[in-house]
């Protein structure tokens, strides 16, 4: 199960929540609220869930409007307490150099629509409003000044979005899921980030465990924490879109917005 | 009727009307097809007893709208109540599909709203999510023979054979119900309607959307008033819509309007023709201890009733009914929980999208008592005076005629009793989202899926 030397994640049983499927009721604040790794999985699977369900509102039949509503407004809700413990800064610039494959990056472009909504709704700091795809970059240079907090990388970024106005759909939730998920890709996520992320480590012992899982014994753990199987979102759409075509009246769109990304990527990537 | 105790008390006789949760509850009927496989056209999406409680309709997801008529009690067998038999037939919607955005328009009856009875014909208001119509049904028993022009089969008779002029007589004929659609209010709505709502002037109407509720007089079909407009500058800044909508029972210039946030506008249509800043606001601060990321969600209000004393509303959230002094916005003055034991699993409901059903709720006769639906075709009923309640189910296992109805109840704790059901052993797919309460006697219309219960109290 667990390769030798593999660090005991840190986990906190105080926290843990009453029932099996309830994230459980916020703390009073953000510094008493301690990081369970269970609390986080569960706020974390609670994300994805909600972001594929918005995905999913994409019918023949118009979407019910309210019920996109209240999704987007958990989708916040989540976003905004990663923000306060910092793990949302974290995730969206390790994605962001991880080397997504345009196509998941076109499905959840999707989801934005309706998370920008949501991520656009008054709040300041706005994590997730202004992520392209050169954030990556540029995130890390900011994290090598020692600097972590979401608001002064917000700034350093907001030039860069009219430039990537349709990457810029491509905000943080999404990237977590592959470079959590995907074992393939979070070898290379790790060796290219991990210098950026040292200082976090230093800072943030308890979120060393959400970037630590270099070795498969992570999920290994996650699913003995969880009992049940990890599913990204990607797993879902992909599971989707292997049963046939699926009603997704934007499809069309979907289709030109993927050129673009394409096109995009190849132009950063230089490839 | 309610049931009338009198009994001999130290200050003299004393009468008693039974409250409804007293009342036993027993079988009447139950309409629909009984198979497993449901056809999703046959998904009743609204019932709606008329003012006098004779008529009874209910509107589907295929689009139509069957109306049931209270037969009148046999002298025969005085102890029976009449029972509702099949009255009219007809199909209100059809599917649609939106050339501009390529959407369907679904055919789904949303809400049926009948309009009080001014002469022989009855009239209702039905809609889908786009358009509202005003639907005529009317009796014909009588028709007319002997006509000069044309033959009894109708065709026309050669003008160069009529000898002689007759007068039409007037002969009586089987029992014919008619429905005929008289006005069609198109076009007014961007957005999905989920009320619609007869004025107590009985000349104008309000149709509410997401985002708008609009002001329609009966006869003008090209034109309604905007009377709310909630959609703000910049979509993407949208977290709020409406849920539902009611006109004033007594005051036709004041309606309210319900949000998924949990609040209730009370608007007065003097004060402004947008109504958009409200009169009163009315919010139950949110207890801290509780917080979680579905706080927001089972805050949604389903839908909001007026009292028929129109002193009082009530709401229905996903997991409590609230009963609201019109004159006291801080808080309600009556809670009643109708199934506290989901708060714990409002993860899994979220992820099946049950915590989205929208449960609809209603008054009594004389606002003593309120109904709601659940899940595992339960439904619940509160009453206000005694503060019990009681949880019944619409099944075919107890649909024998005039079968008393068993209280069920759901073990929460560890222990479960005979006759118990545990939560995990509710079946959330049997969801009673649509009750009706007659307006005067305890006869209640519950739709269970695809079937139609009708309930009765006991009469001794």
Redo the contacts between chains.
């Keep these: 199960m667990f390769t030798k030397g593999t660090k005991r994640k840190f986990s906190d049983p105080g926290e843990e929540p009453a029932s099996s499927g309830d994230p459980g009721p916020a703390a009073p604040s953000a510094a008493a609220r301690t990081l369970s790794s269970s609390y986080s999985l569960q706020r974390q699977s609670l994300l994805d869930m909600s972001l594929i369900k918005l995905q999913l509102c994409h019918m023949l039949v118009e979407p019910n409007l309210c019920r996109s509503v209240l999704i987007a407004n958990t989708v916040r809700q989540i976003q905004e307490e990663m923000t306060q413990d910092g793990t949302w800064h974290i995730m969206t610039q390790a994605l962001a150099a991880a080397q997504c494959p345009a196509d998941r990056l076109v499905a959840t472009e999707v989801l934005c629509r309706q998370t920008d909504a949501a991520a656009q709704a008054g709040q300041s700091p706005k994590p997730f409003s202004v992520v392209g795809l050169q954030e990556g970059y540029h995130s890390e240079e900011v994290v090598m000044e020692g600097d972590v907090e979401t608001e002064v990388t917000m700034s350093s970024l907001s030039p860069l979005s009219p430039q990537l106005s349709s990457a810029s759909y491509l905000t943080g939730p999404f990237e977590v899921g592959p470079c959590w998920e995907e074992e393939d890709e979070e070898e290379d996520h790790s060796e290219s980030s991990e210098p950026s992320l040292m200082s976090e480590h230093s800072r943030h012992p308890a979120l060393e465990e959400l970037f630590s899982d270099v070795d498969p014994s992570y999920y290994d753990l996650d699913t003995v924490l969880t009992g049940t199987p990890k599913m990204g979102p990607y797993d879902l759409l992909e599971s989707l879109s292997s049963h046939g075509p699926t009603a997704l009246s934007s499809s069309s769109s979907c289709r030109s917005d993927l050129n673009e990304l394409d096109h995009i990527m190849e132009i950063i990537v230089g490839s | 009727m309610a049931g009338k105790i009198v009994f001999e008390g130290r200050k003299g006789i004393h009468l008693l009307f039974l409250v409804c949760v007293c009342v036993m509850w027993c079988f009447s009927q139950v309409k629909g097809a009984i198979d497993e496989d449901v056809a999703e056209a046959d998904i009743i999406s609204t019932v709606e007893f008329n003012y006098s409680g004779e008529l009874l309709a209910t509107g589907d997801k295929g689009g139509r709208v069957v109306i049931f008529q209270h037969e009148q009690e046999s002298k025969n067998r005085p102890h029976l109540r009449g029972e509702y038999n099949v009255y009219s037939t007809f199909q209100s919607h059809e599917p649609e599909f939106?050339y501009l955005?390529?959407?369907?328009?679904?055919e789904k009856i949303n809400k049926i709203r009948w309009l009080p009875q001014q002469n022989a014909a009855h009239f209702l208001l039905s809609t889908n999510?786009k358009t509202i119509k005003l639907w005529k049904i009317s009796e014909r028993d009588k028709r007319a023979e002997g006509y000069n022009l044309k033959d009894e089969d109708g065709r026309l008779r050669d003008p160069f054979r009529i000898t002689s002029l007759r007068v039409p007589v007037l002969m009586p004929m089987d029992l014919m119900v008619e429905a005929s659609p008289r006005r069609i209010f198109a076009n007014a709505h961007t957005?999905?309607i989920n009320s619609i709502s007869v004025n107590s002037d009985h000349e104008t109407y309000l149709s509410a959307d997401?985002?708008r509720i609009n002001l329609w007089h009966l006869e003008i079909t090209d034109r309604s008033f905007n009377i709310v407009d909630i959609k703000p500058a910049?979509?993407?800044?949208?977290?709020?819509?409406i849920?539902a909508a009611e006109c004033h029972p007594h005051q036709c210039n004041v309606f309210v309007y319900s949000s998924?946030k949990g609040t209730i506008r009370l608007c007065d249509m003097r004060a402004a023709a947008l109504c958009d800043r409200h009169s009163k606001f009315f919010e139950e601060p949110e207890d801290?201890?509780?917080?979680?990321?579905?706080s927001?969600?089972i805050s949604?209000i389903s839908d909001v009733k007026f009292s028929h004393s129109g002193r009082y509303m009530m709401t229905r959230d996903y997991l409590s009914v609230k009963v609201w002094d019109l004159n006291m916005e801080n808080r309600p003055v009556e809670t009643y929980q109708v199934h506290e034991y989901l708060r714990?699993?409002?993860?899994?409901l979220?992820?099946n999208?049950c915590i989205?059903d929208k449960f609809e709720c209603c008054w009594n006769g004389s606002d003593s008592a309120i109904m709601t639906g659940s899940y595992n075709n339960f439904f619940r009923m509160f009453d206000r005076n005694t503060r019990r309640d009681i949880t019944l189910e619409a099944s075919r296992e107890s649909s024998k005629p005039r079968a008393t109805l068993k209280p069920r109840k759901v073990s929460t704790g560890g222990k479960r009793k005979k006759d118990e059901i545990s939560v995990d052993s509710l079946d959330f797919n049997k969801k009673i989202l649509h009750t009706a309460w007659h307006p005067k006697e305890n006869v209640i219309a519950v739709a269970a899926t695809n079937n139609l219960y009708i309930f009765q109290d006991k009469i001794n």
């Design positions: 939106d955005k390529s959407l369907e328009i679904e999510d957005y999905h997401d985002l910049n979509m993407e800044e949208l977290t709020e819509v849920t998924s801290p201890s509780s917080r979680s990321f579905f927001e969600i949604s714990s699993k409002l993860c899994s979220y992820e999208d989205f």
